[in-house]
């Protein structure tokens, strides 16, 4: 249950009551009565009006602000993902799994010689 004061969204109009969704409002009232189906009082600034809206039609601004934060991590991830062929982490993503860190690669070069060191850097500097 959300707290009397506390800024909310209204995402969704269920009951098609032209609600002005996508403003903020707060929340003034809690309708208790079991015959009813709202279940809050909001108060909206920009509209200057107060409306009885059920939960299902409002979001708290932090809870939409964290949902935002997810999609838009996940769809940079995708995007590193695709741009350094990075097969696994593409699926991890896709599949949702939320452990995104990829393993350390280790080296695979036992050492190399001081004239295939040089020659390395100076194919990188060429490219």
């Not at 909001?42 to 107060?50: D, E, I, S, T, Y």
């Not at 935002?68 to 696994?88: F, G, Q, S, W």
Request: proline share 5%.
């Amino acid at each position: 249950m959300l707290r009397l004061g506390e800024k909310i969204v209204i995402v969704e109009d269920a009951f098609e009551q032209n609600l002005p969704v996508g403003e903020y409002g707060y929340i003034i009232a809690y309708d208790r009565n079991p015959d009813n189906a709202f279940d809050y009082v909001v108060r909206c600034p920009k509209a200057g009006r107060n409306y009885f809206v059920p939960a299902s039609d409002i979001e708290t601004e932090d809870r939409l602000i964290k949902q935002e934060v997810e999609r838009v991590e996940r769809e940079a991830l995708i995007d590193y993902a695709l741009a350094t062929h990075n097969e696994k982490l593409f699926y991890q993503v896709m599949n949702g799994d939320t452990a995104y860190a990829e393993e350390p690669i280790e080296p695979t070069q036992e050492g190399m010689s001081q004239a295939e060191f040089i020659k390395q850097v100076n194919l990188r500097a060429w490219i």
